[in-house]
């Protein structure tokens, strides 16, 4: 059973360029969270979502970031017109959502905005 | 709310030294605790959670933890650690009651395992 996969691994973009980032949730697992890891903080959660539906976006900054989880294929957290302070790393973790289910985490994407 | 405070950002201890992580949490409602061992340019990996029941949780790798309500604590603890152990290792909650809730994250502590 392959895990939680994310990619790319790394990306690298310019100030004002998108940037897009992928996962694939376990096989079976119907709820996604992504996770938000600054230099030198824990993780910290943005956005929850089960197919089709966005459940608590608490976690996400009002402007440039959305995230979808769309009936078929992955989910995908996109940044808008990005900035230096982007820079992280994002990781995705999905569950199957029932009981106290646990949240397995993918190898993240490490964003470096230049 | 919950949060998670990790009173120590960095411990150094020597090879086949017992080592304690210490974590507290606070919350007005029951939580669900957990440990995860982050190893540097990889993704967290479940070391034990603690749900119900027993107090003290066996998790992978000879780590235990004990939770401890009126201490709002959850210590993760190893006897005799390992240059292997070398990582970031964080303490989460979250909040049963509430559906399947996001976790809440400590900042982290650095483990460094010294031979």
């Known amino acids: 059973n392959a895990g939680v996969m994310q990619n790319p691994r790394h990306l690298v973009r310019r100030r004002g360029q998108e940037a897009r980032l992928r996962c694939s949730p376990m096989k079976g697992h119907s709820h996604v969270y992504w996770y938000r890891q600054l230099p030198e903080e824990g993780l910290k959660f943005m956005v929850y979502?089960?197919?089709?539906?966005?459940?608590?976006e608490s976690g996400m900054p009002k402007e440039r970031f959305s995230a979808e989880f769309p009936k078929e294929g992955p989910s995908i957290l996109r940044i808008q017109q990005v900035v230096r302070g982007d820079s992280a790393a994002y990781f995705c973790?999905?569950?199957?959502?029932?009981?106290?289910?646990?949240?397995?985490f993918g190898p993240g994407t490490r964003l470096t905005v230049t | 709310a919950q949060s998670v405070t990790q009173l120590d950002s960095q411990v150094p201890v020597f090879e086949e030294a017992p080592v304690e992580l210490r974590c507290n949490y606070s919350?007005?409602?029951?939580?669900?605790l957990f440990w995860y061992v982050q190893y540097p340019n990889q993704g967290l990996q479940l070391l034990l959670k603690?749900?119900?029941?027993?107090?003290l949780v066996k998790g992978i790798n000879g780590f235990e933890a004990e939770f401890n309500k009126s201490q709002t604590s959850f210590h993760l603890r190893k006897p005799s650690v390992h240059i292997s152990d070398t990582a970031e290792y964080f303490c989460a909650v979250s909040a049963p009651n509430s559906g399947n809730t996001p976790l809440v994250f400590g900042k982290g502590t650095r483990l460094s395992v010294i031979a």
């Open positions: 979502l089960q197919k089709e539906n966005i459940i608590d």
């Open positions: 603690y749900l119900s029941g027993s107090t």
């Open positions: 919350s007005s409602v029951s939580v669900y």
């Open positions: 973790a999905s569950s199957t959502g029932t009981g106290a289910s646990e949240q397995y």
